[in-house]
């Protein structure tokens, strides 16, 4: 460490990303409701992929059905996902934070990165990564600064748009104690309800929760691990460490349920061929698949199988259609997604960080 310099955790997070996007290309669309998601026709099964700040103000959000997204917000305007064009803005946006000076940098996404920086000045260092964004890609950013990976990611919402927020252990249960555990990072709906189960509402009961009782519930692993959530304690150090997928997934949503078995298998074929071109060049071979079925209305189930490592399609297209064999008959089907499964190098096993959605 440098003399006189303490070590931070920056969290950086683009501001509606999608949208602020479109906005760029189509900027008569600036200060105007605009949704994305699908192919940008509402009267089709889609979701919605992000929504403008102008548009979340009618109560629309991500993974909102675009049908009801269309009916809270009838002045909106509607496009469909461009992934290519997400995907350059992303990139821009993820060679500018590589270029700040010391900077180690951790991209968790399209839209978000960690900052690792030593500095007397972290709120200046922060502004100095919104007006270096702004200036590459006119894109407006948040970010967290925090001693923690936890706190840094917690504390963007706290700066929410385009601000900066700082979160330590001196004020962590000052901002966070009185809060939903739900609005820690990595506690989802499910989790949340389990701990409520257990009495624990809030991010101050956790913190001070009894390990014992924690890990009766979650396991020797899990449950020491959302006790530390609730202190907002954990990794201190960002990793540049390249990512690698654990798997590749791929789904389809129905314009009609498919109601005959060919249908569901030719469907199943097709996610199959999908899938392996994600991970051919991946160089390493399938060891598990999962199937994901959502019944109409909107039942959703999953079927997992371990397979032996394999690197020949018709091996992996023959297992995926076992696990149709599952599926319950005569129920009309509006979703199917496949997952395979990729063994990790040993040196990317070890890691753990929380995470939210995923199948």
Not at 47 to 52: G, K, N, W, Y
Not at 88 to 107: G, I, K, N
Not at 219 to 244: E, F, I, S
Request: hydrophobic share 40%; charged share 25%.
């Amino acid at each position: 460490m440098s003399q006189g310099r303490s070590s931070w955790v920056l969290h950086v997070d683009l501001d509606q990303f999608i949208a602020a996007v479109e906005v760029l290309r189509r900027p008569e669309l600036a200060g105007k409701p605009v949704i994305v998601g699908g192919r940008g026709d509402p009267t089709e099964r889609a979701v919605v992929s992000t929504a403008s700040y102008e548009a979340r103000e009618f109560g629309v959000g991500s993974g909102m059905p675009l049908r009801i997204a269309a009916r809270k917000a009838p002045e909106a305007v509607i496009l469909p996902v461009d992934g290519e064009a997400y995907t350059r803005a992303s990139e821009e946006v993820m060679a500018t934070l590589h270029a700040q000076p010391r900077a180690t940098v951790q991209v968790l996404g399209w839209d978000e990165a960690f900052i690792g920086i030593q500095t007397e000045d972290p709120e200046g260092y922060a502004r100095q990564v919104q007006q270096a964004v702004r200036e590459r890609t006119r894109l407006h950013c948040s970010v967290g600064i925090g001693d923690t990976l936890i706190r840094a990611k917690v504390a963007t919402g706290f700066g929410k748009p385009r601000g900066v927020f700082r979160l330590t252990a001196e004020n962590w249960l000052e901002v966070m104690g009185d809060r939903p555990t739900i609005d820690l990072w990595g506690v989802g709906a499910k989790i949340s309800r389990r701990l409520a189960g257990l009495g624990i509402t809030t991010v101050a009961e956790l913190a001070s929760a009894d390990p014992d009782g924690l890990v009766n519930e979650f396991g020797p692993k899990m449950g020491p691990w959302y006790a530390q959530l609730g202190r907002g304690d954990g990794a201190r150090v960002v990793d540049d460490t390249p990512w690698v997928a654990r798997g590749h997934s791929r789904e389809t949503t129905f314009q009609r349920d498919l109601t005959e078995s060919a249908q569901v298998e030719e469907a199943v074929r097709q996610l199959v061929a999908r899938v392996l071109e994600d991970v051919a060049a991946e160089g390493r071979p399938v060891v598990g698949l999962t199937l994901k079925v959502r019944y109409a209305p909107f039942l959703t189930t999953t079927f997992n199988k371990k397979v032996a490592e394999t690197f020949d399609r018709a091996i992996v297209l023959a297992r995926a259609l076992e696990l149709v064999g599952r599926i319950e008959p005569n129920r009309p089907i509006r979703l199917l997604g496949l997952r395979v499964d990729l063994p990790m190098p040993e040196d990317a096993r070890d890691g753990h960080t929380p995470t939210r959605g995923g199948w």
